[in-house]
């Protein structure tokens, strides 16, 4: 009788309508499937996507080129003042860095081996 009982109000709690059984309204369903990364980026990461999209790195994030920093092609440093300390690690197992200053205006030169820098003023994007 207690088995009975409990089936039968089983059945009419299942076919009744309730709020937790009924399944969510889902604002992806309406996308029709899970969004790409540029449709969910936002702040930092979609303004990087965006510029990144343009050919621009704002953030620094590429890889720098692999060049020697000749005169002709010197190492690019971003700055937002006048001036910037650089630090040049001369050879790869070196332990000491190499810290001088690099003002805006032509390539500068490492005083230990040699590679040019060249201070490039830029704004911070807001």
Known sequence: MAGRL???RACTVATRPNV???PLQRAMGTLQGVPTDE???TGL???AMESSKKGLDPYSILKPKLYAGTKTEPHIVPGVSN???VGCLCEEDQSAIIWFWL?????QRCP???SYYQFVHTEIPH
Do not use: I, T
């Open 6 to 8: 409990l089936l039968v």
């Open 20 to 22: 937790v059984s009924r």
């Open 39 to 41: 449709e969910q980026a």
């Open 45 to 47: 990461e979609r303004r």
């Open 83 to 85: 001036k910037r300390l």
């Open 103 to 107: 003002h805006e205006g032509n390539a």
């Open 112 to 114: 230990q081996c040699g």
